[in-house]
């Protein structure tokens, strides 16, 4: 088993090369051509068609799992052209390329699909509505490997973090040290997802997607929502995060973090105020339960607290 795992330098990536590594082979392939410690690796730039055409070519991948994205959400509003080239064209030209050659294809998208105006955790099968450039780009992206009729696992999580790379919690983490009280909106309500749960998860789903039949695995083609369980705002979050780190010693106290409301922080790009999103498909399919998002919080914060030590 072959698999071709394109931005293996991002915090999903990165936990990645080790949660697949006992499903087969896993080869890493990176924009720059560069693991962290400056490794080489193949080098994939899904906004170069020419780039991601060549990565496509250089094996017999049997698996592609695409941890590679346009993430910049404010910066997309300026670069919609881009964002939708990485995350939505490269996805057309990756499923074209699967269909032929009867290879999976594992994509990662996200709660911005939605426009955040639900009353409850939203479904696989829910209206779509993305606010904005980076949600519209993703979007294109579901659309684009649907229709173009591979095999295809598209796991929409949230609120994504870890312990490495550039994310929330690493933020609050730097503010806290920096500052004597942080400011953090609390009219937005998700369920932070770990890195590592979601490495973990696409473990077990591939694992179960290869030990099925031909009909068993067309059943489980198209869209599961991966997320923790629970919910918060992103006040709560870094509430929880700056309590648990002043615990662990990673900052020197549990500074305040004060509520503020969405238009009191405007930013270019508008986020759904409400992206819970239902885990029922993913645990009927395939057996795998979310776990509350404080377990995750604890995990990751122990994994520093044990780096710095």
């Not at 290869?210 to 599961?224: E, Q, T, V």
Request: hydrophobic share 45%.
């Amino acid at each position: 088993m072959k698999i071709l795992l394109l931005g293996a330098n991002g915090q999903v990536g990165f936990e990645l090369q080790r949660s697949l590594a006992p499903l087969g082979e896993v080869v890493a392939a990176t924009r720059s051509g560069k693991l962290p410690g400056d490794v080489d690796c193949l080098r994939a730039d899904l906004g170069d068609a020419g780039s991601l055409a060549r990565i496509l070519q250089e094996a017999r991948w049997d698996i592609v799992v695409n941890a590679a994205a346009y993430t910049a959400v404010d910066r997309a509003e300026d670069e919609p052209a881009l964002a939708q080239r990485i995350n939505g064209e490269a996805l057309a030209q990756i499923g074209a390329w699967a269909a032929r050659g009867k290879a999976l294809v594992v994509h990662y998208s996200t709660d911005y699909v939605f426009d955040g105006q639900g009353a409850r955790p939203y479904r696989e099968d829910d209206t779509t509505a993305p606010l904005g450039a980076y949600g519209r780009s993703k979007l294109a992206g579901e659309t684009a490997l649907r229709e173009s009729g591979c095999a295809h696992l598209i796991l929409r999580t949230a609120w994504v973090y870890g312990a490495r790379g550039g994310n929330f919690l690493r933020t609050m983490l730097r503010l806290a040290r920096e500052r004597d009280r942080l400011t953090v909106v609390d009219d937005q309500r998700g369920a932070p997802t770990s890195s590592r749960l979601i490495a973990a998860t696409t473990a077990v789903v591939l694992e179960r997607w290869l030990a099925g039949d031909a009909a068993r695995r067309a059943g489980y083609n198209g869209i599961h929502h991966l997320a923790a369980g629970g919910e918060t705002t992103w006040c709560g979050f870094a509430r929880a995060i700056v309590a648990r780190a002043a615990a662990a010693g990673l900052i020197p106290r549990a500074v305040e973090v004060a509520a503020i409301r969405t238009a009191d922080f405007p930013t270019k790009a508008r986020r759904p105020a409400y992206s819970v999103l239902d885990t029922a498909k993913l645990r009927e399919r395939f057996g795998v339960v979310a776990p509350d998002w404080t377990l995750g919080l604890d995990a990751v914060i122990g994994e520093l607290a044990e780096a710095k030590a």
